[in-house]
């Protein structure tokens, strides 16, 4: 059974910095894996997708890469800014049966204070 | 961008009530939907996965009985708590995948039962 595991579970951080949020899977054998955000009381926005074929993908201040022979995967967030705070979630997606399902990560909480 | 809606966006009932859950694809087709549950400061726990015109397929200790789902068109799916109880107060969102490469998620929907 594929387990999610994500670290930190908390970070508080200055406005600027830049940081890194871990998660890590117990079966390699993914089709993809995708970061999410989450506010508070709201549903999820998808902030990028990796495919079990690549090593990374960027939108804007984000970088998400992927290793998955090793079972891990890297969100970089650049320059953080006190709107970036919410909620990060992996999930992962099997390669063969289970259909489209996603096995969600255990979330980080982000705070970037001023 | 696909767009998924959910309604009601909370809702407060009494304890022996039965509540219904609307999530509905608004520009594409969804061969799948997917229903979730998350508890505070939790991560998304898979309920239910279903397909337009066939039984809802459910999670290991998801009670089928309970958690009612009817996914009558490519663009509806709901969810039916019945005889809802404190215990099943929590904050439940769903998704859906066109073409079993992304799902794609609403909103959410706050359930509190008094």
């Known amino acids: 059974k594929q387990e999610v595991t994500q670290i930190p579970a908390a970070l508080s951080v200055p406005e600027g910095e830049n940081l890194v949020l871990n998660c890590s899977f117990t079966d390699s054998a993914i089709y993809n894996l995708q970061w999410f955000r989450q506010d508070p009381g709201k549903g999820l926005t998808s902030l990028l997708l990796i495919q079990s074929s690549q090593r990374e993908q960027t939108s804007g201040r984000l970088n998400a890469s992927l290793d998955k022979s090793s079972g891990r995967s890297t969100l970089y967030i650049a320059a953080s800014q006190p709107g970036d705070s919410a909620t990060y979630l992996c999930a992962v997606r099997p390669f063969t049966g289970g259909g489209n399902k996603l096995t969600f990560g255990t979330g980080t909480q982000l705070k970037v204070e001023l | 961008g696909a767009v998924v809606s959910q309604h009601p966006s909370w809702v407060i009932c009494k304890s022996g009530t039965s509540v219904k859950i609307e999530c509905r694809s608004l520009?594409?087709?969804?061969?799948?939907m997917f229903w979730y549950r998350q508890f505070p400061k939790q991560s998304l726990m898979l309920m239910a996965t279903s397909n337009e015109g066939s039984k809802a397929t459910y999670e290991q200790g998801v009670e089928k009985d309970k958690f009612l789902i009817n996914h009558a068109s490519l663009t509806l799916s709901t969810l039916t708590v019945t005889s809802a109880h404190p215990e099943d107060s929590s904050f439940y969102i769903c998704?859906?995948?066109?073409?079993?490469?992304?799902?794609?998620f609403g909103p959410g929907t706050r359930l509190t039962v008094l």
């Open positions: 998704s859906a995948d066109e073409d079993h490469t992304e799902q794609f």
């Open positions: 520009d594409f087709q969804a061969t799948t």
